[in-house]
Structures are given as C-alpha cells and as structure tokens.
C-alpha cells in the first residue's frame, strides 16, 4: 500500500459518496415542502430547506458555522451558499469524508419531517395563524405537495447562520 493508492481510494469513496447523496435527489425535492409543513407546530427553526433550499449539515460545522449541506435541488454535496450565484459543489474530498453518513440517508430525514408535520399544533399557537404563515411561505417559494423542489426565488444572505 502507497500513499499514491490511499489517496486514490480516498477520492473514489468521496466520489462514492457524492453520488450517493445525488441518487437521492428525488427524495430531497420533497424536503422543502415537508419542512415547511412541520413547521408553526411545536416551534419554527430556521427553514433553510425551503428558504435557501439547502439541509445544512451538522458534521461540516466550523467553529459554530455551518459551512456546508445538501443542495435539495441537485442532491449535490454543496458549501454553504452566500447568495443565488454563489451554490457550489463541495471539491474537498477530505471535506466529503468528515460528513456522518447518516445524514446523507434522505429517507429517515423525510420519514421524521413527515411525522413532525402531522403534529398538532401546540396550544400556545393559533392553528389558523400558522397554517396561513406556511401557505404564505409556500406561495412565496413556489411550494407545493409532490411537485419538485425548485429554486425560483433569489434568497437573502444567510449569514447569521451559516457564517
């Protein structure tokens, strides 16, 4: 064994990987739907998924920055975008191989959003006010049920989030 051969083994898992990830991608243009369903029930998170279209990655986090995700228009692995024209695929294979594969398994992560969005809302909320807040964000994304996910709004800079 040579570092020659390690180092080639090493890209073709990370290529492995990155394919993986994009086999899937039917499976990740459902998730910005689902997760705006699942969201005003129990509490709102960032919304990402549906805002930016990226699920961020919580195995490529730097110093408290998320600097990485799975494109859910593509299925690509990509860095964390600044703006519209800044979506770009992740080419670092040691940063491919840091990520826990478990968050690579799109079926799990839909199979959670999908439970979480048939929660009742909690009592602290008004049912009729967060239902209009998501058809709202829906209408504003270009969101709806079985349709693909995607991305036809310029989103924001995110930075507060993702660094």
Same mark, same amino acid.
């Given at each position: 064994m040579t %570092?020659?051969?390690?180092? &080639?083994? !090493?890209?073709? #898992?990370?290529?492995? %990987?990155?394919?993986?990830? &994009?086999? !899937?991608?039917? #499976?990740?243009?459902?998730?910005?739907?689902?997760?705006?369903?699942?969201?005003?029930?129990?509490?709102?998170?960032?919304?990402?998924?549906?805002?930016?279209?990226?699920m961020v990655l919580e195995s490529l986090n730097a110093h408290g920055y998320h600097i990485g995700g799975v494109d859910l228009e593509t299925g690509e692995l990509i860095y964390a975008p600044k703006s519209q024209s800044d979506i770009r695929p992740i080419t670092d294979d040691a940063q491919i191989l840091h990520i826990d594969l478990e968050e690579l398994d799109a079926k799990p992560i839909l199979k959670q959003y999908i439970e979480l969005s048939q929660e009742e809302t909690g009592s602290y909320y008004n049912y009729e006010e967060q239902e209009k807040q998501r058809q709202a964000l829906a209408k504003r994304y270009h969101l709806a049920a079985g349709k693909p996910y995607r991305r036809k709004t310029p989103f924001k800079v995110v930075e507060d989030y993702l660094g």
């Open positions: %570092i020659k051969k390690l180092r &080639r083994n !090493q890209h073709e #898992l990370a290529e492995e %990987i990155r394919q993986f990830c &994009r086999s !899937q991608v039917d #499976l990740w243009n459902q998730l910005p739907w689902l997760v705006l369903q699942a969201q005003g029930r129990t509490g709102w998170g960032p919304g990402y998924e549906y805002s930016v279209g990226m």
